[in-house]
């Protein structure tokens, strides 16, 4: 059910044109912050207003926002959704999660030293999505932005995507996602084993 300041919410984006969806939770598992029946607005740039779980169940909803809305927009009311090259897309999509994947295993295996490793890791999404290029363009970004975006694997996984949709050749930016994602992997796999040890060592790794 929408609360009173929520449904407030949506009147105001509604009367000033603002594209949104409603995510209504309709089940829920132990252990879950949230009841069936919670709910939330969720913004055409994956901004979610209200609270409707963690951060799995955040990012799943804004898929599913997203899939939903190209959909619809396809189906009823005939948006194109073409894209030059599938095949390069569709190989660029997983490609791009799995380095954003090992990215954040490189800055959880860090994270374990801390108690507090969940406030850390809420402060660094968004900053890494937006030098990435995933919220905005790159290019509206500082210049001194880019030299850090390069080092990034979902930065070539976003550029090989945009490649792919309009026609350029994606496969260099694949195969340069794919190089740090295997980088990524083996950083991780070293800090994670010694960054648990010092944790150990420490007492510092909370196991709740």
């Not at 949104?20 to 709910?39: L, M, Q, Y």
């Not at 898929?63 to 897309?89: C, E, I, M, Q, R």
């Not at 496969?171 to 150990?200: D, K």
Request: aromatic share 8%.
């Amino acid at each position: 059910m929408i609360g009173q300041a929520l449904t407030r919410r949506a009147q105001e984006l509604a009367a000033e044109g603002t594209p949104f969806v409603v995510a209504t939770v309709v089940r829920a598992r132990r252990p879950a912050s949230v009841e069936p029946g919670t709910a939330g607005l969720v913004l055409e740039d994956g901004t979610i207003e209200g609270f409707i779980g963690g951060v799995c169940a955040q990012h799943s909803v804004r898929l599913y926002s997203l899939t939903a809305t190209l959909l619809w927009g396809k189906l009823f009311f005939d948006v194109p959704l073409g894209v030059a090259h599938p095949v390069a897309f569709i190989v660029a999509l997983p490609v791009t999660v799995i380095g954003l994947g090992l990215l954040g295993l490189v800055l959880a295996s860090t994270f374990i030293m801390y108690r507090n490793a969940n406030a850390l890791s809420n402060l660094l999404e968004y900053p890494v999505w937006l030098v990435t290029g995933l919220l905005v363009s790159l290019s509206l970004l500082p210049g001194w932005v880019g030299p850090i975006s390069w080092a990034l694997a979902p930065t070539w996984g976003v550029n090989a995507l945009r490649e792919a949709a309009i026609s350029g050749n994606a496969w260099p930016e694949i195969g340069m996602c794919l190089a740090l994602a295997a980088v990524y992997l083996v950083i991780g796999h070293f800090t994670l084993q010694q960054f648990e040890r010092l944790a150990r060592e420490r007492a510092t790794l909370s196991l709740t």
